[in-house]
């Protein structure tokens, strides 16, 4: 199916839900933070869709824009026909743009559509601050109910992916590196 | 409750046990929490993982990871693409120059560079030869978690070989840096492609010597078979790739299905997981495996044996690489400040530890606004909380070696 038809279905089934379409290099659709759960469950259950797989998500910060985006690159796999020991092939490969306020920024989870998302969720919660609502593994401290950090230790200041990310000039008695005085470049 | 599912799933267990006389006398056992690594000889490199235990019984293992982050990917915003390779090196550190190879693709896609067909040749070559230097510290390294030290000397030496192959290429033995946007760096040494064939004439047989070593080893069989099943569906919902996804019998590859490169000049076949008797795919000329009693599809084993059989069809694509090698240019000309359009690309290539994706959003200048590595590792070990529950303590370095993670590339 290509792009153009994916986008039709999902604008038919949700109207307003589907903001926008961009069929360039990447084919993806922007849905609105609200109904991505929603649109989740019919990507996957759909029998002209069946997204099984949740490749990736990316969360990237647009300060200029005051947007944090996250970006869930899909696959669907279809197991062969009639030989059973055939290969499996890719149907179609899409993605969904979720943008939301840089200043408050939550997205529902999707870990119980594609148990994948647990981990991808808790990255970009890490890395780029996006609280995912309802994750399965969410603690509860002064920045809120969030899911867990992953790679950053659980008591990191900050998201350092972000564009105005200022890396500490110590953590626990270990220096920071002070000799930069610009903390990032900027685009 | 625990110790009943895990007496329905391992038969020779319950066998000994005399579950009515168990109860009769009231064996009371307390939960303790045990604390596995990250400094553990089995759990390749520094994974945490803690674990819940009653006994011998592991109720729950919650992997902790981040010991190795670096934060790859704000570098990679802070660099030129071609600066960033030597990062991707240290990603899977074990398999650099596919990492390279898929990065230089995803750039390459973005900026529409052109690779010059020789280029292309070399290229497979190398990540083929890398997918067996990986696969060898595989089955070297799973043979030392599962107590038998021999093969891992027998996988070294021939990986030593390897390593020489691209020392002889690029100069360097762990990280290559040779793959790069628009080739590879260097074109191929006088002697070359002679050597190379001498190592696939030498290794081929190789891979039969490790399967009477270790793989048909019943007491190998014994500590991984039927241990750590994963159900195809399950392995697909988790976003489980290569192997992994593979030994659950599901014929996915992308070399084969989504090809890149120019896989789709070369024959191969992709070997699944296979329930006892069953006989995967080797080259013609080979002695055929066949999958012995006491395994089943999804287990630790066929992941293990997977590779085993990848390493014979490696050896094939090389070979017919080398046999189609053009001459002409190693390296398309590309301005050391390549402009990356506005725009983003999603790139996903086969590694040896499964799919590694690269998503790189350009802004007009030559420094990616944002670059997301999609490690396999990382995904695969998302399910390892999955199916460490509910199986015994020892079996845990045999789940984790067999889902083969590379620290470097979970982390990031």
Redesign the interface.
């Known amino acids: 199916m290509s792009p153009e038809q994916i986008a039709e279905i999902l604008k038919a089934r949700f109207g307003d839900a589907v903001i926008a379409a961009d069929m360039?290099?990447?084919p993806q659709v922007i849905v609105a933070a609200g109904h991505w759960p929603e649109v989740a469950r019919f990507l996957r259950d759909e029998p002209a869709l069946g997204f099984?797989?949740?490749?990736?998500i990316?969360a990237?910060?647009r300060p200029a824009e005051h947007v944090l985006e996250a970006?869930y690159?899909l696959l669907a796999?279809t197991?062969?026909e009639g030989a059973p020991?055939?290969?499996?092939?890719?149907r179609h490969a899409f993605?969904v743009r979720i943008r939301v306020d840089r200043g408050d920024p939550h997205i529902p989870s999707v870990a119980h559509v594609?148990?994948?998302a647990?981990?991808h969720e808790r990255e970009a919660y890490d890395?780029l601050g996006i609280v995912f609502d309802g994750h399965p593994d969410s603690v509860e401290d002064h920045d809120g109910l969030h899911p867990r950090?992953?790679?950053?230790?659980d008591d990191w200041a900050g998201h350092?992916?972000r564009k105005d990310y200022v890396f500490p000039i110590e953590y626990h008695g270990i220096p920071g590196t002070t000799e930069y005085e610009t903390p990032?470049?900027v685009? | 409750m625990a110790r009943d599912v895990l007496l329905e799933s391992v038969p020779d267990l319950r066998a000994d046990l005399d579950r009515e006389s168990m109860a009769a006398a009231d064996v009371r056992t307390e939960e303790m929490l045990v604390n596995m690594g990250p400094q553990h000889p089995s759990t390749h490199g520094v994974l945490r993982l803690v674990l819940r235990t009653d006994g011998e019984l592991v109720l729950d293992a919650v992997p902790h990871i981040g010991y190795l982050h670096r934060c790859a990917e704000k570098i990679g915003e802070n660099l030129a693409p071609y600066q960033f390779i030597p990062k991707t090196d240290r990603l899977d550190y074990l398999a650099a120059m596919n990492n390279n190879h898929v990065f230089s693709l995803a750039v390459e896609r973005l900026a529409g560079v052109e690779v010059p067909e020789r280029a292309r040749y070399i290229r497979i070559i190398m990540a083929e030869l890398n997918r067996i230097a990986s696969h060898l510290v595989s089955f070297g390294t799973y043979g030392l978690d599962m107590g038998a030290f021999t093969p891992f000397l027998y996988a070294f030496r021939e990986r030593e070989m390897i390593l020489d192959l691209f020392e002889a290429a690029c100069g360097a033995r762990l990280t290559y840096s040779y793959i790069t946007i628009g080739g590879v760096t260097h074109d191929l040494p006088d002697g070359f492609v002679e050597r190379c064939r001498e190592f696939l004439d030498y290794f081929e047989p190789k891979i039969d010597e490790y399967n009477r070593l270790l793989s048909y080893n019943q007491i190998f069989i014994k500590r991984t078979g039927c241990v750590g099943v994963i159900r195809p569906d399950e392995a697909i919902a988790w976003g489980l790739t290569g192997v992994c996804l593979r030994a659950s019998g599901v014929r996915w590859d992308l070399r084969r299905c989504l090809p890149y490169e120019i896989y789709d000049r070369f024959e191969f076949e992709v070997p699944v997981g296979l329930p006892p008797g069953g006989v995967p795919p080797v080259p013609a000329g080979v002695p055929a495996p066949k999958v012995p009693a006491g395994t089943c599809v999804g287990d630790c084993w066929n992941r293990y044996f997977l590779r085993m059989i990848e390493m014979y069809w490696s050896v094939a694509i090389v070979r017919q690489a080398l046999d189609g090698l053009p001459a002409g240019d190693y390296r398309s000309k590309v301005p050391r400040n390549l402009k990356l359009p506005e725009g983003e690309v999603y790139f996903e290539g086969e590694n040896p530890r499964g799919q590694l994706g690269f998503l790189i959003v350009g802004d007009g200048s030559p420094i990616p606004y944002r670059v997301k590595a999609r490690g396999p590792s990382f995904c695969n070990l998302s399910i390892a909380r999955r199916i460490c529950r509910n199986c015994l303590l020892a079996d845990i370095p045999a789940i984790i070696g067999s889902i083969d993670v590379v620290m470097g590339e979970v982390d990031r």
């Open positions: 360039g290099a990447h099984n797989m949740l490749r990736s990316t990237v910060d970006l690159d796999m197991p062969p020991d055939g290969y499996w092939t890719a993605a594609w148990p994948a647990d981990w890395l950090r992953i790679l950053c230790p350092p992916l990032n470049p685009h």
